[in-house]
């Protein structure tokens, strides 16, 4: 392929006046067409297109997406198609899947701003967000492409005279991905890009919560070229997951979201049922409850901005975003007066809003969920800063700081994935890593500190699978920072990095013996 070297794709610069004059036009643009119609799409064939709705979280009577809700017998029927389409999409060689992939990232480049506009009215994401989740979605397509042709090469083996050694890798077979809302282009794109470019067929099963993004997704890789067959869409609640991942037909499951689904879908993949002849694999990205330290020396210039757009930019609905500070005691009442008056100044609005900081959280139960937690932060701590007057329409969620948390509090042990910092004073940084290796959780960390020694002993110690040092904890970029975490966090596994694709191949060695002894007649 003579494809040119992975860039990243470059984010829109909206500091300027044309490209920001842009936005609206593409939103008043989506919202004529809405609500859009996502159907069950099995070999290319329409399904149903009702059952489930999306709608906007910031104004929850607007309709974003009509979609189909796919039943366990859908998920049967999406796996028997997908079954059908492996050996021809796997024949294909990883060039030329490879090239559809690549056009399909042209597409999505076409479509920028209107998928941007549909993540802003489906999952609330303000525009700079909204605009990093379509880059991110384009190099997944364009790194797992490139990294497919990489791996299709094989790997090099000692060779001995008279024998012949190669080792090639082949796609396992169906994949089910499963994605969460979140970053609603970007990670279902992801985990089918990368499964599509290893040979595999998919399913997808998207977030309740973001059909319309995913039926856009599927459309343009369908434009671009994968087979119907080779890429069927399941919209559809938990129950249709739970069936794929089921299912004797799937290889592989791809899945990101919330532990307590992705510990279910590990226990379920384990138990193989009757007519399955293969260990199924599971590459599951969860959550986390990701921790902060902030050494007496750090500069707080640096570290107070960077903390609180981790913690609360897209109201800290980022699997990375940062839900415990620890901080050396000697500073710690300084940092707090000055994280609450930053609190104090967070645009809170609605994701359209151009500036909007922390928009309204994804459901009504996710506001519930959090005044749930806030109420606890309440009654067992000393809230230091609560970003009243949100806007009351919307599933707005104030953004809040508390301090003096007792140890064993559920705000300090659980995932709360929303605008709720905890913030505690520590003896030392060693104190601080002591409180990060007793989590069960590894996924994204921070570490604010000058001196370089102190740097080197919390990176040689933390067991998170991405640490920032002196910089916000979000934002990882395709082929910069790859992504994914440890412990329960996740199986350990880097998308958009070097050997995330392995997981999506059986490889095979062949041997032979070259050596032949007399004339073959
Ligand atoms: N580690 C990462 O890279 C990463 C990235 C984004 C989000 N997340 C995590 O995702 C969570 C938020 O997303 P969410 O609310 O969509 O998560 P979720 O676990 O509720 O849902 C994720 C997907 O699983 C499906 N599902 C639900 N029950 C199922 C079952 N029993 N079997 C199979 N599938 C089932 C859902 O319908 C959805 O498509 C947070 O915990 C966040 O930390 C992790």
Known sequence: MTTPAFVNEPLLELRRAPV????????????????LRVPILIDAQRGADTGLISTDPGAPDRVVARAGCASAADAAAAVAAATAAVPAWAARSAD????????????????????????????AKPWPEADADVCEAIDFLEYYAREAVTLAAGAPLIQMPGELNTLRYAPRGVCAVIAPWNFPLAIPLGMTAAALATGNTVVLKPAEQAPGCAGELVRALHEAGVPGGALGLLPGEGEAGAALVRDPGVHTIAFTGSGAVGMDIIAAAAQPVPGQHHLKRVVAEMGGKNCVIVDSDADLDDAVPAIVRSAFVYAGQKCSAASRVLVHETIADGLLERIAGAVDVLVVGQAETLGTEVPPVIEREAQDRLARYAAIAEREGRIVARRDGVPGTGWFSPPTVVTGLPGGSAVLAEEIFGPLLAVEPVRDVDHACEIVDGLPYALTGGLFARNPRTVAAVTARSPVGNLYVNRAITGAMVARQ??????????????????????????????????????VV
């Open 96 to 123: 030329e899947r490879a090239a559809i992939l690549v056009r399909a990232a042209a597409l999505l480049r076409e479509r920028r701003l209107e998928l941007a506009a549909l993540a802003v009215r489906e999952c």
């Open 482 to 519: 790859p992504f994914g975490g440890n412990r329960l966090s996740g199986t350990g596994t880097k998308a958009g990095g070097p050997g995330y694709l392995l997981q999506f191949v059986e490889p095979h060695v062949v041997t032979e013996n070259t050596m032949r002894h007399g004339i």
């Open 20 to 35: 920001r004059a842009a936005l609206p036009a593409a939103l008043a643009a989506l919202d004529a067409r809405l609500p």
